[in-house]
């Protein structure tokens, strides 16, 4: 097996998912976005006829960030629970790349899927109550 090609792409593929994670995290959200909408509101002449507009739009923001996003959290568990599956994963395709047994594939499929469907459904912020279950 070629570990140099391997490497190559994955130090390729590591990078593509850094930069885009930078620029997912750099975006304005929330209070960001309304921070910038109240400076703008700021700098508008006071005869202007998209200060209602605007102020109207930073209320229902505000209104938003109050009821939604301040209340929307992760799973921390089941993040946990789904890396540690596909750390298993992985595992199991070392083994069966170095010992080519065909159970091994198997098992690793297996732990592969439940540790994607896992980070699929526990990475997204939702509204949880305080054990952490669904609203």
Known sequence: MDWKAIATVAVGVIGLIGVM????C?????????????????????DSSVREELRNHIDET??????VEDSER???????????????SA???YYFIEHSGWWLA?????????????LASDVPRRQR??????V
């Not at 994670?21 to 997912?24: V, W």
């Not at 505000?62 to 009821?67: A, M, V």
């Not at 992760?74 to 298993?88: E, H, P, W, Y």
């Open 62 to 67: 505000i209104r938003h960030i109050i009821s």
């Open 74 to 88: 992760r799973d921390g568990f089941g993040i946990t629970l789904a890396s540690v599956f596909l750390i298993v």
């Open 26 to 46: 750099n975006r304005a959200q929330g209070r960001d976005r309304a921070k910038a909408d109240l400076d703008r509101l700021a700098l508008l002449p006071e």
């Open 129 to 134: 109550d305080s054990q952490g279950r669904r």
């Open 21 to 24: 994670a930078q620029r997912r």
């Open 91 to 93: 595992g199991f395709a």
């Open 106 to 118: 198997l098992a690793g499929a297996f732990f592969l899927v439940f540790g994607l469907v896992g």
